[in-house]
């Protein structure tokens, strides 16, 4: 399966870099405000299904642009797609986006793939059998000081946005961190943290697609995957903060407040994970307790 998926990512790929070297021809229209999609997604996002559904037509599809049209919907098989991710970066020619493919199976994710065809960078992986950039084992980075810590985000673009927020969230983050750094493509931050070039990412308003493969890729590099109060049920949350567990513990103190989930379940050994977190780790300055992460997936 991994394979198939390999294949359908570096196909798509070859679209999207042959389009890229005459990005102003290229088709665009707007979703919303700020939320764009080209023929390029398009095209990308039909090859993929043509590909994965001509190995597997019992299996499920959930992609960005067509939703759930194509494939065998009852399937306990998903495969959850998004053709290009940072469409905005590829419409002005910066070369950061992806091509973001995930296996669910039974509402886990057990097989992921980010391709960043502009680098040719492949990042894999399948459950229980670790995370791989371009054939190599990778792990999350091993910083333990919140501090010394270069975050990934990404800013709020539509109007129904809470900007002020967002502002506030972002100047508690930024006050406790070596720097904060937006790309403008989630699934391959994600992949990013998996690989140690970052050292943690938090978001809002991301959809399963953006994050369904890098999820998969931080837990199987050794980290942790979760919504802003720690719980690693996500994935349709519009909430998601990862990084290695020490940063991981350390963010959750920062970031819960905000979360919308963080009443959400009494979850005494989650909280008692976090507290062990923030004992064994240097002092940061911290927030009102809240829940942290389990190692499940989702």
């Known amino acids: 399966m991994i394979n198939v998926a390999v294949k359908a990512a570096r196909a798509a790929g070859a679209i999207i870099n042959r389009a890229a070297l005459d990005v102003e021809s290229v088709r665009v229209s707007q979703k919303q405000v700020n939320d764009f999609?080209?023929?390029v997604d398009q095209a990308s996002e039909a090859l993929i299904i043509e590909t994965l559904l001509g190995a597997y037509p019992g299996h499920a599809i959930w992609a960005e642009e067509s939703g759930r049209e194509h494939g065998a919907q009852d399937s306990d098989y998903v495969w959850i797609i998004d053709p290009l991710d940072g469409t905005t970066n590829f419409i002005h020619?910066?070369?950061?986006?992806?091509?973001?493919?995930?296996?669910?199976?039974?509402?886990?994710?057990?097989?992921?793939?980010?391709?960043?065809?502009?680098?040719?960078?492949?990042?894999?992986?399948?459950?229980?059998?670790?995370?791989?950039?371009?054939?190599?084992?990778?792990?999350?980075?091993?910083?333990?000081?919140?501090?010394?810590?270069?975050?990934?985000?990404?800013?709020?673009?539509?109007?129904?946005?809470?900007?002020?927020?967002?502002l506030r969230l972002m100047g508690d983050m930024m006050a406790r961190t070596a720097g904060l750094r937006r790309p403008g493509a989630a699934a391959l931050d994600l992949a990013y943290v998996a690989a140690g070039f970052?050292?943690?990412?938090?978001?809002?308003?991301?959809?399963?697609?953006?994050?369904?493969?890098?999820?998969?890729?931080?837990?199987e590099a050794g980290g942790l995957v979760g919504n802003f109060s720690g719980d690693a049920n996500f994935l349709e949350q519009r909430e998601c903060m990862a990084g290695n567990p020490r940063i991981y513990g350390q963010m959750v103190a920062i970031l819960g407040k905000y979360s919308k989930f963080a009443v959400a379940g009494d979850k005494a050994a989650v909280r008692a994970a976090v507290a062990e977190l923030a004992q064994s780790a240097p002092a940061t300055p911290t927030a009102p307790a809240t829940p942290s992460p389990e190692e499940a997936d989702f």
């Open 37 to 39: 999609v080209t023929e």
């Open 198 to 219: 970052t050292d943690g990412f938090f978001e809002l308003g991301l959809q399963p697609w953006d994050v369904a493969a890098g999820s998969l890729l931080i837990t």
């Open 93 to 166: 020619g910066l070369p950061t986006y992806c091509v973001s493919i995930a296996l669910a199976v039974k509402g886990k994710v057990e097989q992921a793939v980010i391709y960043d065809p502009t680098r040719n960078d492949l990042f894999t992986a399948t459950k229980g059998r670790g995370a791989y950039m371009n054939n190599r084992r990778i792990r999350v980075a091993k910083r333990t000081r919140l501090q010394e810590c270069l975050i990934a985000t990404g800013f709020p673009y539509r109007p129904e946005d809470d900007i002020n927020t967002y």
